[in-house]
């Protein structure tokens, strides 16, 4: 069946240091991919996402591309801040689209 | 209010039982989403529906386990004689059309069950 399969955390960095998470996923047909964030205390938040191959989604400096030749979509940012603290989740569409199936989570801690 | 509502926040239940968790979707939203987050793990599908009708509910790990959504809007999701592998935030999502395809989900900030 389908799923993701993202690194395990925790992850951390100092600020402004490279941030790269991977996630690879296993899928029948040309699911969507998305990355969702969820800050301490908050519920999840839609980060960025790619409707088809080679598509990059984008937002506050994250960026992923999706990779149908290596079945990938990793999360990167050039530059991270305290702010950016939180867990982040790799997921796809599946099901006629009905449902996400959700990567285990990575926990990012920026440092000052 | 502006987001996906869910009550109650927290949830004690002794074993045994019935909990009913409340989803209040953005207004006007037609699709609904039930996930279930064990901790450490990410959301698991629960069920799914399109106003008021269950499209699909493959994801439900047992019949103690009950969703409605009446009217299209406010849903409901009914454990029944609780366990302890029960313990989980349940979640509840929302958005305007169809699937989740491409589609931006909003979600509620969960609702916290512990199961003693």
């Known amino acids: 069946g389908d799923s993701v399969t993202q690194m395990e955390g925790p992850v951390t960095l100092s600020e402004e240091a490279f941030l790269t998470i991977n996630c690879t996923y296993t899928?029948?047909?040309?699911?969507?991919l998305f990355w969702y964030v969820q800050y301490p205390g908050e519920g999840l938040q839609l980060l960025l996402k790619?409707?088809?191959a080679d598509d990059k989604g984008s937002n506050k400096g994250f960026e992923a591309t999706y990779r149908k030749e290596t079945t990938s979509f990793h999360l990167e940012k050039g530059s991270v801040q305290v702010s950016d603290s939180a867990v982040y989740f790799c997921?796809?569409?599946?099901?006629?689209?009905?449902?996400?199936?959700w990567g285990l989570g990575t926990s990012l801690a920026v440092n000052p | 209010g502006a987001g996906v509502s869910q009550s109650p926040r927290y949830k004690v239940a002794k074993r045994g039982q019935d909990v009913a968790l409340r989803c209040d979707p953005i207004?006007?939203?037609?699709?609904l989403f039930w996930y279930q987050q064990a901790l450490g793990q990410g959301p698991e599908f629960l069920t799914y529906?399109?106003?008021?009708?269950?499209?699909?509910k493959s994801g439900l790990p047992s019949d103690r386990f009950f969703a409605e959504r009446p009217e299209g809007s406010v849903s409901t999701l009914k454990i029944q004689r609780t366990q302890q592998e029960d313990s989980a935030v349940y979640l509840c999502?929302?958005?305007?059309?169809?699937?989740?395809?491409?589609?931006?989900?909003?979600f509620g900030e969960g609702s916290w069950l512990t199961v003693v």
């Open positions: 999502a929302s958005s305007l059309i169809r699937g989740s395809s491409g589609n931006t989900i909003y």
């Open positions: 790619a409707t088809k």
């Open positions: 207004s006007g939203h037609v699709s």
């Open positions: 997921a796809l569409s599946a099901g006629n689209n009905r449902k996400l199936i």
């Open positions: 899928a029948t047909g040309y699911p969507s």
């Open positions: 529906f399109q106003n008021e009708a269950q499209l699909d």
